[in-house]
């Protein structure tokens, strides 16, 4: 007989996640969202955020697309502790979920940290490369720059080292250093091309 266990490869991603990562907190965190007396049973939240933790890892954007998944893929079902006549669990109610119980509570923050902490440990992940998805805009401030704090999540804080807090000042001071050198750059390549530019092509026919 064939078990869910030995369909999944021993160098499978998920088996590489799921041996030094403990996912038994987020029952911990979540159970003051939950009623234990009244209502239908709840599914699992542990199964609820593994499903999003799949959808995450594997670039699958629609939640729909991410319960079809899971019906088929092996991997993803003994990942979540389900077998193969289990029922995934529907895309609403994992929609439903995010939108009514975990919404406004920081849950979701809260278990994003605690699993980046646990790989920390674990020493998969490194802070050589932190990459950043950012769109640098160099703006004109009117009036002055008020100062102000901005609260770092714990997962990059642990990464860069860094403190709590980073004042606007030195943010703003940071970004224009990066615009200005920047803008340096793109000032001195087009003065090294100047013959690629369409004015110098009419005047070198017209002088031909």
């Given at each position: 007989?064939?078990?869910?266990?030995?369909?999944?490869?021993?160098?499978?991603?998920?088996?590489?996640?799921?041996?030094?990562?403990?996912?038994?907190?987020?029952?911990?965190?979540?159970?003051?969202?939950?009623?234990l007396?009244?209502?239908?049973?709840?599914?699992?939240?542990?199964?609820?955020?593994?499903?999003?933790?799949?959808?995450?890892?594997?670039?699958?954007?629609?939640?729909?697309?991410?319960?079809?998944?899971?019906?088929?893929?092996?991997?993803?079902?003994?990942l979540?502790?389900?077998?193969?006549?289990?029922?995934?669990?529907?895309a609403?109610?994992l929609?439903?979920?995010?939108?009514?119980?975990?919404?406004?509570?920081?849950?979701?923050?809260?278990?994003?940290?605690?699993?980046?902490?646990?790989?920390?440990?674990?020493?998969?992940?490194?802070?050589?490369?932190?990459?950043?998805?950012?769109?640098?805009?160099?703006?004109?401030?009117?009036?002055?720059v008020?100062?102000?704090q901005?609260?770092?999540?714990?997962?990059?804080?642990?990464?860069?080292?860094?403190?709590?807090?980073?004042?606007?000042?030195?943010?703003?001071?940071?970004?224009?250093?990066?615009?200005?050198?920047?803008?340096?750059?793109?000032?001195?390549?087009?003065?090294?091309?100047?013959?690629?530019?369409?004015?110098?092509?009419?005047?070198?026919?017209?002088?031909?």
């Open positions: 007989m064939v078990t869910l266990d030995q369909l999944v490869p021993r160098d499978h991603l998920l088996r590489l996640v799921d041996t030094p990562i403990r996912f038994d907190f987020i029952r911990e965190k979540t159970e003051g969202l939950y009623c007396n009244n209502g239908r049973p709840a599914i699992d939240p542990v199964v609820l955020f593994k499903m999003s933790f799949i959808g995450y890892l594997f670039g699958v954007r629609s939640e729909r697309q991410l319960v079809r998944e899971l019906e088929v893929n092996v991997a993803y079902r003994w979540l502790g389900l077998l193969l006549t289990d029922k995934v669990p529907d609403s109610t929609s439903q979920n995010r939108r009514r119980r975990f919404s406004g509570t920081g849950i979701e923050q809260d278990i994003f940290d605690t699993i980046v902490e646990q790989a920390i440990g674990h020493k998969l992940i490194g802070s050589r490369v932190l990459h950043t998805d950012s769109t640098h805009l160099k703006a004109v401030l009117v009036g002055p008020v100062d102000c901005l609260d770092l999540p714990v997962s990059l804080r642990r990464l860069s080292g860094s403190s709590a807090t980073m004042t606007c000042r030195s943010a703003l001071t940071r970004s224009e250093r990066l615009l200005n050198s920047s803008a340096v750059r793109v000032r001195r390549r087009r003065r090294r091309n100047p013959t690629r530019s369409p004015q110098f092509r009419i005047c070198w026919q017209r002088w031909r």
